[in-house]
């Protein structure tokens, strides 16, 4: 953004006039107009004219910002007071150049006038769009017409010229996004005229088809089309050395189409023609007439980017030819006369050239008293070349000889060969061996004198001439051989020198159909909307620059609409004369487009640089869309809601919510969306239908802002809509909003330790964050058959945590309920890094402890020794098995006291109330030990391994068992024996340390080799 401060002279107060005063004690303006101008041929200044109310003093600033891309360049400003203007008039020229859309915004603050502060500062300020001349930056589509003439009439040394092109059509303009496409659809007539000493040339030809094409991407000309197609009739008239050469067509076919994409210009030329040939007048005192008819006549071009890529001459006729004399006359029957020649890209692909006729011919010779007549017939010919290679050469004539002469005549010529010869250099070259013959026979003289006085005879040469098959060389006969009798006999050899001379066609070079003609209308940059006042060079069309001046604005009715414009007048310059006035459209969504426009101006044309005087009337036709173009028809538009989507918001800076303004504006021109927030401290901010900043569908009338209360404000908040059209035409809307109370967060935890037993305790340590206070945190294990447990706050809110008995093995989250001083309460398993609730953040992490499992616990459930009877009989063996996590499996090694017939080393027990089991689902899993009659009296030991839910198991754990006769009570020992009381205790104390030692070993990772329930 630019800034200046400036104060107007002092001594400029003296020079006022007295009159002026009166108008000085008016609170002081000043009009803001463009002057992109300047003296430069290829670039106008970036200028600004500050004209203010009076010629006092003003204490003024000067703020300019110039947005392109969303990016400020920045301006620096240079000022310049005017002289000899009626008011205070400063020039401020800016350091950078307009671009397409770019953004500029003007203000000038009056601090002071006549050397007075004001007691407020005056505001003026003006933003605008660098648009393109007559091209509306709104999406829009109208039609157009046209009319133009362009006009050259001049006066050469050999008579006067002419040109005259006429064009009467309709045009069509749209613009979608950034590419505005135009189309120009007519017809046309184009009269010319050619005058020299010794031809006349006219050309009339009617356009059934002209229109241009133009395509406008980002205010940059990508491509223009242009195609004129019609008929007419060509005249060419030649007088020389007195034969008048008429050439009269009818032209079927002509097409002009020039392109120039992406400034590579193309243009194609196709005039397809038939018509008649006639020669009348005397040459040497003789009678010579044509009448020919030429059924065809084409001529079609391509150029590219200044390069010939196709050339294509085509002429197909017929003609009889007479020459008459005092006692002589010639006539021959032209019966083909086919002309052919093509060039594509520098290179000619086809080339023909055909002449074949007859004819007769006679004519009387007189000397010294004597005469002869000659008559004479044309039998053939023909002559034919093909690609440049002459392919037949043929000639017949016979003749008589009557009077005092008697006689015959004739020649006969055909090429016999083709092949190849050594030139007088001995180069060997393509040839036809042409055979020539001509021959006199005089039978009777008469005593005359004619062929030299030698009388009766006869006289024959007979020749080969060895000719270049390349017809386009000179020098074409490599070597002549010959033989001639009569008279004068003679015979040789020769090969000529110099013989043959190369020479390669030329090929086509570049012609503009139309000479150098401009083919668009001034363009240029130019502010949208204009102001009056205004001043604008147009530099982008090449040869056509036009200064632009804005008037008064007015209204100007055009397809029963009454448009808003500002009146303009134009002056043409650098090489071109002429003015143009017209009126641009200054507001809606039509802003920037011509609604009517006349120019007339002179322009070099031609080689010559004539001067061509062009005329054009154009104006707005039909207005497709927009179908709001002016106040007229527009309706106000009208807020119908104002809400949050999702009901309400959170404070202190929780997640955003959607504010959503429904407008209904049928004509579909609402400008500006605007809400004051200022109840929650955000101001006024503006909403939109564009897809942007939370709205969810482009178009649908529902204009939407995302709203992220930052304060502590809470409950029912009053805001307010304003909505603008592009008309001026506002609505307000007012309603309130719940800001809800974010509860507390959780920014940082710590669990030690975070691996732990059930039933074993862990310290939880919380950083806990909320603006109005938090009340209490307190842990929720109820989900694992705990209880709340409260927090103390100490720095950090400390838990101290015991896990239930009821909590799985793994990784298990802990609940935390977060209430503040307002009341605002969360249950959360996890930190808030980001402050605020439902903002995930990437370091946010889980309140969680890993429990880890244990194995069951066992126990000797049997008391009593197992009785041995007379016969073998099968006793019970009663563990008891208990874990939190459900029983897997339980299996035991009896050793001796396994059931016969078992090979295996361990056996299952079962809780399920069959077989010795006494009851199911208690706790006590049975083993089924076989008493036989030969079994020991005596202490049994047994292994017994069990394994949860979870997989893991205890180690094989020792437990020994008694077996006694059936009728001893005893529960003492004999002897040496140990009591069985004191045998169970060693034995109980043995499986608490195999326990311990069982837990121990599950705190280590499974050993590679054990089973799916964790045994070996």
Known sequence: MGSSRSVALVFLLLLTPMSSFASAQDSPTVSITTDWSGTSALSNEHAYILTFADSSTHDYDISIEHLRDSLDLDPTIQTTFLENTPTLTARVVLDTMVGWNDTISIEVTINGHDGTPLPSPILVERTFTVGSWNQPMADHEVTTTTAWSLEQNYQTPEGNQSFMLLFEGNGWQQRIGEVLNSYELGNGTLLTSEITNDSTTELNLDFESFWKNETVTSGVLTSQVIQARGSGDLLLQLEEDGLVTTINATVVDALLNRSNIDNVVTERLRLEAFGALLVDGEEDDAQFDVDGDISLLLLETIDHDGVRVLEHIQIEATADMLLADEGSEFNLQLDQFETLERWENGVRVDQLNVIRGDGTFGFEDEEENSSMVVNGTVYTFHNRVEDGITLIDDVHVDGTLSGDVQGTFGVVQTIEQTGTQLNHTLVEHDVNVIHSETWFNVTGAGGSNFFGGSGVGSYHNDSYIYQATNADWDNRTVRLVWTETGPDPSSGDERPQRSPIERDPAPPEVEEALGNISVGREAGFAPVPMETGDVVRLLAQDGIVLTVTAGQESIEPRDAKNLSVIQWTGVYSD???????????????????????????????????????????????????????????????????????????????????????????????????????????????????????????????????????????????????????????????????????????????????????????????????????????????????????????????????????????????????????????????????????????????????????????????????????????????????????????????????KPLGQTERWVNLYDNGQGLDKEANDGIYTATASIRTSTPISAHEIFIQASDSYGDATSPTSFVVFVADADDDSLGAKGDELPLTLIALVVGVAALFAGVAVYLRQRQPPKEGHDRFGFQ
């Open 575 to 897: 090489g071109v004369s002429g003015t143009a006035q017209g009126s641009i459209v200054h507001k809606g969504p039509l802003t920037g487009l011509l609604a009517s426009t006349t120019r007339s101006f002179e322009i070099e044309f031609g080689e010559n640089e004539e001067i061509a005087l062009l005329n054009e009337s154009q104006a707005v036709d039909a207005i497709l869309s927009p179908s709001i173009v002016s106040a007229d028809d527009n309706n106000p538009p009208v807020v119908l809601d104002l809400s949050l989507m999702e009901g309400l918001v959170f404070g202190e800076g929780a997640s955003p919510a959607h504010l959503v303004a429904t407008v209904d504006d049928p004509d579909w021109n609402v400008v500006s969306v605007v809400v004051d927030l200022s109840s929650i401290g955000l101001g006024t901010v503006s909403l939109n239908d564009r897809g942007l900043v939370g709205d969810q569908t482009i178009g649908d009338n529902q204009w939407t802002t995302l709203v992220s209360v930052q304060g502590m404000e809470v409950g029912e908040r009053s805001i307010s809509v304003d909505v603008v059209d592009e008309w001026g035409e506002t609505d307000v809307y007012s309603t309130t909003i719940l800001v809800e109370n974010q509860a507390p967060r959780i920014l940082s935890a710590s669990i030690e330790p975070d691996t732990v037993v059930r039933g074993g305790a862990a310290l939880m340590t919380l950083d806990v964050l909320d603006f109005h206070g938090v009340e209490s945190v307190v842990v929720d294990l109820r989900e694992y058959g705990g209880e709340e447990t409260p927090c103390l706050k100490v720095e950090a809110w400390i838990c101290e945590l015991t896990m239930p008995q009821g909590m799985t093995p793994g990784l298990r989250l802990l609940k935390v309920r977060l209430t503040d001083e307002l009341g605002a309460s969360i249950l959360v398993t996890k930190t808030q890094t980001s402050e605020h609730h439902f903002q995930p953040s990437s370091t946010d992490v889980d309140l969680a402890v890993t429990v880890q499992n244990t194995p069951p616990t066992l126990s000797l459930a049997t008391t009593e020794p197992l009785r041995r009877a007379d016969s073998n009989v099968e006793r019970a063996i009663e563990i008891q098995v208990a874990d939190a996590d459900g029983i897997l499996l339980v299996r035991a090694d009896l050793g001796l006291l």
